[in-house]
């Protein structure tokens, strides 16, 4: 933990990666090459818009678009400072496929160790016990999350019953029209939607039943 606090003050300090000598030493360089490779550290520590304007301007447009708008998905609420820093930083560049102490990358230990802190936050923010209960927290969305439920307690082919898509429920929920299957969820499994009744906007659970039982 000392060697991150401090990483953290020399980033405060502004310092740039060319700098941090230690991290990126151009010493060892042949002499014919370190002319070429000093623009290397520069385009580490240049800004989007002068690496690439079009992406930057692209941005700035989605950055007006929201604060012009009133978004009402809960998931596509403003996020914080702090959370843009935490997913923009160092830890995208690593693979951490699989689970902590059992990654098939090496060069893992601090990626277990944060997705360790977030099970035990998530356990700890539903008053879980660990002795009875586990987490994963590595879907990005709810789409994953779902898929990672239906293939934990089903085999290739089992039914899947589901609130249609037009009538309030989700793709990842095994949409399909008379033609298509849209969902891989209905690709995987056999899904049969049920619907509201539209005099009422509610679900009709006497029809639910009877599809229950021809399915």
Partial sequence: MAMAT????????????????PLYSMASLPATEER??????????????????????????EKARQWKGLELIPSENFTSLSVMQAVGSVMTNKYSEGYPG?????????????ETLCQ???LEAFNLDPEKWGVNVQPLSGSP??????????K???????????????LSHGYQTDTKKISAVSIFFETMPYRLDESTGLIDYDQVGEKCRSF
């Fill in 36 to 61: 070429s490779a000093v623009t290397w550290p520069k385009q580490l520590n240049a800004p989007l818009e002068e690496v690439d304007p079009e992406i930057a301007d692209i941005i700035e447009l």
């Fill in 156 to 170: 290739p082919h089992d039914r899947i019953m589901a609130l249609d898509l037009p009538h309030g429920g989700h």
């Fill in 145 to 154: 999350a779902n898929f990672h439920v239906y293939t934990a307690l089903l």
């Fill in 102 to 114: 059992a990654r098939y990358y090496g060069g893992n230990e601090y990626i277990d160790m944060a």
């Fill in 120 to 122: 035990k936050r998530a």
């Fill in 6 to 21: 401090a990483l953290r003050k020399l980033s405060a300090r502004g310092q740039p990666l060319s700098r941090l000598t």
